[in-house]
């Protein structure tokens, strides 16, 4: 019934899942993506969760419950760490309380367990609550550089904050919360405007507000990570970039804005104006122009 990609569930041991996609999946009740539970830690790190869909049963024991469209996540006694994930286009649905279209982390209150979201890129997912992220019961919560936009909910249409002891929430890209931060600062809301998210590219445009946006003062355990989902250095400039993907020289085409591929005039000038206020290098400039003349 749950779990529809990945069923990760264990008293004993940890569980790390890292580089896999997670698309197309159907599950009832909990997490269609996946699901994960344990006593022990939890890695979620550098995937692609997309397009999976969790309803609610007719009827039995899990009837009324429909959580975590992209991945559902119960954290028993231990610490669960979610990194440079892109989860996207989930959805809860069902008539009675769906949560957490992109992704629900839960605990119990009574036990000191520890949530780091991190550098994640959580868009256009659906459900009645916290349409981006649900998160429930969790004693210590830190929210950093990510990018939780274009999600849709009754309530909480990116983020739900549900009975949380201590929560932090510094340097993220969101739009709609149900609660308050304990601690926060240097949150946007802007269009991280995405190369093409038609085409699930959540790679950051040129000009995008979340490139440098970011804080590389994270808590430490876990600390930045050293790479983004695709293994390019996570900071390449003056501080991190919010969300999955870090903008670096290996991105020229992020100036190609209309998509036609072919580099315009006013593109390359983009590129031009990038480099001269320190977002690019020169040596990608000068790639970018290259492509204009051909």
């Known amino acids: 019934m749950a779990g529809g990609g990945i069923y990760a569930l264990t008293a004993s041991y940890d569980i790390f899942i890292t580089d ?58 231990g610490v669960a760490t979610i990194r440079n994930n892109v989860i996207a286009g989930n959805e809860a649905s069902g008539v009675t309380d769906p949560r957490g279209g992109g992704l629900i982390i839960k605990s119990y209150s009574s036990v000191p367990s520890v949530v780091h979201l991190m550098g994640n890129t959580i868009y256009d997912n659906q459900a009645n609550k916290g349409g981006g992220v649900f998160f429930k019961d969790i004693n210590t919560l830190d929210v950093y550089n990510n990018i939780v936009y274009g999600n849709t909910a009754v309530q909480g249409g990116d983020i739900y904050l549900d009975y949380i002891t201590s929560k932090a929430g510094y340097n993220n890209d969101y739009s709609n919360i149900f609660g308050t931060w304990t601690d926060s600062g240097s949150n946007i809301n802007c269009s991280p405007t995405f190369v093409n998210p038609a085409s699930d590219d959540y790679h950051l445009s040129a000009g995008s507000p979340c490139i440098d946006a970011g804080t590389a003062a994270v808590p430490n355990p876990p600390g930045l990570p050293a790479t983004d989902i695709e293994g390019n250095p996570r900071v390449w400039d003056a501080a991190p970039d919010i969300g999955a993907y870090e903008m670096s020289e290996r991105d020229p085409w992020v100036y190609d804005e209309n998509e036609d591929g072919i580099i315009q005039k006013m593109e390359a000038i983009h590129a031009i104006q990038d480099y001269f206020s320190g977002k690019i290098s020169k040596a990608q400039a000068i790639e970018v122009i290259m492509l204009y003349f051909g």
Do not use: H
Not at 33 to 53: F, R, V
């Open 20 to 77: 896999c996609i997670i698309k197309d999946n159907t599950a009832q009740a909990y997490g269609a993506g996946i699901y994960m539970d344990s006593n022990k830690d939890m890695y979620l790190e550098n995937n692609l969760i997309l397009n999976n869909t969790v309803t609610e049963p007719d009827s039995g024991p899990y009837s009324g419950y429909s959580e975590g469209g992209g991945a559902f996540v119960f954290v028993r006694t």
